[in-house]
């Protein structure tokens, strides 16, 4: 069984920066893609970065030039780099990391960002 733990949320203020990490027990990490998710209150969990097997990176459209997603397979790690935050990226970030026949979420971490 892989568990994830997330870390690196917080209070930021607008324009500000913060670096979500993905830790993974296990050995699986460097089989599976990574992908970061945020869901804020009221709302359905979103997309917001993903990363497959061949590190090409996706982004949505509200995050492209300011999120950066990564990964370090030696560290069972992924990244999730966040600039010039704004009040509309408040929410729980998750991490997530699947493969063809298995997928596990983080718990998720906090992201407030204030005007």
């Known amino acids: 069984q892989v568990q994830l733990v997330e870390s690196g949320g917080g209070l930021v203020q607008a324009g500000g920066s913060l670096r979500l990490s993905c830790a993974a027990s296990?050995?699986?990490?460097?089989?599976?893609?990574v992908g970061w998710y945020r869901q804020a209150p009221g709302k359905q969990r979103e997309m917001v970065a993903t990363?497959?097997?061949?590190?090409?990176?996706d982004y949505a459209e509200s995050v492209k030039g300011r999120f950066t997603i990564s990964r370090d397979n030696a560290k069972n790690t992924g990244y999730l780099q966040m600039n010039s935050l704004k009040p509309e990226d408040t929410a729980v970030y998750y991490c997530?990391?699947?493969?063809?026949?298995?997928?596990?979420w983080g718990q998720g971490t906090q992201v407030t960002v204030s005007s």
């Open positions: 997530k990391i699947w493969t063809s026949y298995s997928t596990y």
């Open positions: 296990g050995s699986l990490f460097s089989e599976c893609a």
């Open positions: 990363m497959n097997m061949a590190n090409l990176p």
